[in-house]
Nanobody, 120 residues
Framework: QVQLVESGGGFVQAGDSLRLSCAASGGTFSMAWFRQAPGKEREFVAS????????DYADSVKGRFTIFRDNAENTVTLQMNSLKPEDTAVYYCAASTSYSGSLKSRYDYWGQGTQVTVSS
């Protein structure tokens, strides 16, 4: 059984940093983070391949967010720096057995989400 458990969300000020983690069980996957703000579609944030050799980022977070993984611990982390109010959203961890990229329809498993709120 596959489980994804996110942690690390919270309330921060603009310019602060926050780190999100996703612990995966039940297999080895390509992983990604998506986010969904109130009234908006869920959007891609970042992805990383199974071995961590390939990463991809949404333009809106390039240079500020970094995704990395620890395969020994089966965790994926999203380091978020220079946070902006527009980064406020529920952040979701996603896993795919065969795909690494920005298409949310290609991800097989999802976590429950963790709230990130950035105050100005």
């Amino acid at each position: 059984q596959v489980q994804l458990v996110e942690s690390g969300g919270g309330f921060v000020q603009a310019g602060d940093s926050l780190r999100l983690s996703c612990a995966a069980s039940g297999g080895t996957f390509s992983m990604a983070w998506f986010r969904q703000a109130p009234g908006k579609e869920r959007e891609f944030v970042a992805s990383i391949s199974k071995r961590g050799r390939s990463t991809d980022y949404a333009d809106s977070v390039k240079g500020r967010f970094t995704i990395f993984r620890d395969n020994a611990e089966n965790t994926v982390t999203l380091q978020m720096n220079s946070l902006k109010p527009e980064d406020t959203a529920v952040y979701y961890c996603a896993a795919s057995t065969s795909y690494s990229g920005s298409l949310k329809s290609r991800y097989d498993y999802w976590g429950q989400g963790t709230q990130v709120t950035v105050s100005s």
